[in-house]
């Protein structure tokens, strides 16, 4: 089975960096993905990792360590509409793809 | 616009009604995800189709059914309706080896 642990909550404040973690186990892994989801609203896709390291996309990077299985989200300078909550994703044996509960994350001035 | 296209996009419907809830997926995507959200709660996978064959299954409900038609869409049944189904629900689509793109939900109301 699938077991994805992430952190309820987080508060950061603007201009500053914040760092959300994912642990994971599973069985087979196929990548990892985090996604972005403001209230009430479909999550989009933000990052991928299929092997070990950091992959940079403008404010937002994501780390994987597969060994370890473990995961984080950079999000740098801070703005208020990253308030949002974001959802670290396993994709495991059969390309099924499961959730973690979710960061909420309030950013504020 | 991810590409994904579920309908309706509002539901209200009595307890132990029943209702189908349709998605069309990306064009090309052979794989339909399908996933309830409670006020404030995760994401719960319940289901996965590809290709017309059910993949893999969640924590889905007996009184819950889905399924993936030879045109790819997919179609999430839920049966004799109780108030904790009150949920927004989403279907994701992907390609193989890549991300899941999601559709804007369905938010159900059951009252």
């Known amino acids: 089975g699938q077991n994805i642990d992430q952190p309820t909550e987080m508060t950061a404040t603007e201009g500053a960096i914040v760092q959300i973690n994912c642990t994971y186990q599973t069985s087979g892994f196929n990548g990892l993905f985090w996604y972005q989801q403001h209230a009430g609203e479909a999550p989009t896709f933000l990052s991928y990792?299929?092997?070990?390291g950091l992959e940079e996309k403008g404010r937002f990077s994501s780390f994987l360590s597969r060994s370890k299985g473990y995961s984080y989200l950079l999000l740098k300078e801070l703005q208020m509409k990253d308030s949002a909550s974001y959802l670290c994703a396993v994709r495991g044996a059969g390309n099924m793809l499961t959730f973690g509960g979710g960061t909420r994350l309030m950013v504020k001035p | 616009d991810s590409g994904v296209t579920q309908t309706p996009k509002h539901l209200i419907t009595a307890t132990g009604q029943r209702v189908t809830l349709r998605c069309s997926p990306r064009?090309?995507?052979?794989?339909v995800y399908w996933y309830q959200q409670s006020l404030d709660q995760g994401l719960q996978f319940l289901i996965q189709y590809y290709n017309g064959e059910e993949r893999a299954k969640g924590n889905i409900l007996e009184r819950f059914s889905a399924q993936q038609f030879p045109d790819l869409h997919s179609e999430l049944n839920l049966s004799s309706l109780e108030l904790g189904d009150s949920a927004l629900y989403f279907c994701a689509s992907q390609a193989t080896n890549t991300e899941a793109f999601f559709g804007q939900g369905t938010r159900l109301t059951v009252v």
């Open positions: 064009s090309g995507d052979l794989s």
């Open positions: 990792n299929v092997l070990d």
